[in-house]
């Protein structure tokens, strides 16, 4: 593995249900871009999200801007 090779994570809030996401943020700085997949089918299709949108939306997401699901 390269350090170009997306490394994925699940956050540690995950209560391992299957119902999670996978991010591989050790893109942001060389390539400008976030990986998030889906963790249950990891060779499924990969979106990914410039560095900017992806904080932002994590930013509003601790400010509970999006509400309580």
Known sequence: M?????Q???????????DCIE????LAAS???VPVRDS???SGPV?????GS??????SV???EFGSI
């Not at 390269?2 to 997306?6: L, V």
């Not at 991010?23 to 050790?26: D, G, K, P, T």
């Not at 979106?47 to 560095?51: I, K, P, R, S």
């Open 2 to 6: 390269t350090s170009e090779d997306p």
């Open 8 to 18: 994925w994570f699940t956050s540690s809030y995950s209560s391992n249900g299957g």
């Open 23 to 26: 991010v591989a943020a050790n």
């Open 31 to 33: 390539r400008g871009v």
């Open 40 to 42: 249950k089918d990891p």
């Open 47 to 51: 979106l990914d999200f410039a560095t």
């Open 54 to 59: 992806f904080t932002s939306f994590v930013v």
């Open 62 to 64: 601790k400010a509970g």
